[in-house]
């Protein structure tokens, strides 16, 4: 099979890619996974009530006393290394003592954080004197002010204008973060805008990324994420604008040589610690997906169950693996909106023809690590 777009084609059989100078050979496709992740998920509670939220609706719950599990977490954090801390709302004031209590346990341990972005004093104080040991903050976004507010309501305050603020903050203080913009098809009309509205605000370019609302009926197509960003992009000129796509995301590993496989996700190679319930699952937006449990000093992962995400996760069905597009193809999550499912071939194939007509903007990920799900 033949993508072209352009003047480029993209040979899925060879696994070439030709233009006007030549034909360039790309690295063949790879078995197994990336690099995973662990995911620390420290608290249930939240201060915002947010009308798509994959955890529900939670109020302020009992915070674990993550203490008591230091053996296990020193075994944790030694292992690997990517660490993100979320809940809930990490950077709640009764979370302090266990965010302090994990970056006690390794000084030159780097923590990724997944936050609204609404939080006190007493947190901009204590992220600022523990800046080294943030990789980064991930806060949402949804729109402006109004749309935000509505979308990721905290009670009668306004929740936008305090969360901008604390982004000013972070920016004096030079602790790293991201923004990204949760998009559908309610708030995907004002992106351009708010892009801006960003550019405008602050003196320099934060890091900004789209990200697509998953697993609900106004799920954008993957296609009209990845052209919203290109219009985004060019007219607002604005260089830290990325996008979280599958698909991207594939094609970049495919031209940079990094090897190109199957596989969904990161889903089989990813443990979340779920300190509220003692559960570990494999996917940090699906509950369900349990893998084990741990206890004080010690986690027991059970394989039979792990078996299963792997071959949902690699497409291990006769129709997929005899499909070329496999390897782009973002279908087989585990919570999958299936609206397009029965036309996954052509829902696959425009999305790497918007990359392909718009290389120079999407090769900027080559220097985009971060993957947030």
Aim: glycine letters at 4%; proline letters at 2%.
């Amino acid at each position: 099979m033949r993508i072209v777009a352009n003047d480029i084609a993209l040979d899925l059989e060879n696994f070439t890619i030709e233009d006007s100078g030549g034909v360039l050979n790309l690295t063949p496709p790879k078995l197994g996974f990336p690099q995973g992740r662990t995911y620390l998920k420290i608290t249930n509670s939240c201060n915002a009530q947010c009308e798509y939220c994959f955890q529900g609706t939670h109020h302020y719950t009992c915070t674990p006393n993550i203490s008591e599990y230091s053996v296990l977490l020193k075994e944790v954090l030694q292992k690997n290394h990517d660490v993100v801390i979320f809940g809930g709302e990490p950077f709640l004031k009764q979370n302090l003592r266990s965010i302090d209590f994990l970056f006690s346990l390794d000084r030159k341990k780097k923590f990724i954080f997944f936050s609204n972005g609404y939080f006190d004093d007493s947190i901009r104080i204590f992220l600022a004197q523990n800046t080294k040991q943030i990789e980064t903050i991930v806060i949402s976004l949804d729109g402006l002010e109004h749309t935000h507010n509505q979308r990721r309501p905290f009670g009668r305050k306004n929740g936008f204008s305090h969360i901008i603020s604390n982004i000013s903050y972070l920016l004096e203080q030079k602790i790293p973060f991201t923004i990204q913009i949760n998009v559908d098809l309610d708030n995907y009309h004002e992106v351009i805008e708010l892009v801006q509205f960003l550019s405008d605000c602050f003196n320099q370019e934060c890091p900004v990324l789209l990200n697509k609302v998953l697993h609900s009926g106004k799920e954008l197509s993957t296609e009209k994420l990845l052209r919203l960003f290109v219009e985004t992009k060019q007219l607002t000129n604005y260089t830290k604008l990325f996008v979280n796509s599958v698909v991207v995301d594939k094609i970049s590993d495919l031209l940079t040589e990094r090897g190109i496989s199957c596989n969904r996700c990161n889903i089989c190679n990813t443990k979340v610690y779920d300190f509220t319930n003692d559960l570990i699952y494999c996917c940090p937006q699906i509950s369900q997906s349990v893998i084990g449990a741990f206890s004080f000093e010690d986690d027991i992962i059970s394989d039979k169950a792990l078996v299963s995400y792997i071959r949902h996760s690699s497409k291990d069905n006769r129709e997929c693996q005899e499909c070329e597009l496999k390897y782009f193809c973002e279908f087989g999550c585990l919570d999958d909106n299936i609206n397009h499912r029965d036309e996954c071939q052509n829902y696959t194939i425009a999305a790497i023809q918007v990359i392909l007509e718009n290389l120079d903007l999407f090769l900027d990920f080559l220097a985009f690590t971060d993957n947030t799900e």
